[in-house]
């Protein structure tokens, strides 16, 4: 029977040259479900999207993480790409000579020919290109350029979001993608990842900061600290951490801690 989760993850342990990153971390999300994971810096968030798009720097050491109901670990980076998972890296490359025109293309139809799909020709993929540059609120002048090449920060995260809305995703994580971005990009980025949400394609924004999701309404959010997912609720739990930080999601953490101890002992 398909299970009702697109993405299934059971305590998920896993670690960065022989330190233990994630320490047992469990999240179902459901096709359509927007979640927002959030905590201080060195909570393992960046760790999890690099364990979820296959990164050989992360050794998973234990715990299970399906996609549609199959095994994801098994699975190597370019056919997680091709099964539909997308990232949008903090800190996205240049890649000179490579022009955006030439890179959607061939990704798209790499997807297609996975998926037993005849390729696009030329005609349908620049309308689906010109449909997509005009949702996503993109200028010709850079869809036109190689890559990322020379854009300006704000300009490589507006790409990822077009990338994002050509490949049409099942899911998208967007790590830190409101990283460095002014209010007006902020928006723009923002309002693409709102326009491609479907009742297939759900997405996992990564962040510091609620003011990314005053944008993106999440339906759940997730708060990481030592490597585990220590507290979950709605919207409203952005704005408590935006009010009161996260001294005392730390506090809960080690109580939570202490008293696993105990029950251990006891």
Known sequence: MKSEFLLQI???KASIDNKSIIKGLSL??????????MGPNGSGKSTLANVL???????VTDGSVTFEGRNLLDMSPEERAREGIFLSFQYPIEIPGV??????KTAINEQRKHRGLEP???????????EKKELVEIDSALTNRSVNEGFSGGEKKKNEIFQMAMLEPRLALLDETDSGLDIDALRIVANGVNKIRSADTSVIVITHYQRLLDYIIPDFVHVMFDGRIVKSAGPELALELEKRGYDWIRKEADIAEESWITD???
């Open 53 to 59: 798009t296959g990164r050989d720097l992360v050794t």
């Open 10 to 12: 059971k305590d998920l």
């Open 99 to 104: 022009s955006m025109v030439n890179f959607m």
């Open 28 to 37: 179902e999300v459901k096709p359509g479900e927007i979640h927002a994971i």
């Open 120 to 130: 696009l020709s030329a005609s349908e993929f620049l309308s689906q290109m010109r």
């Open 264 to 266: 251990r002992k006891l």
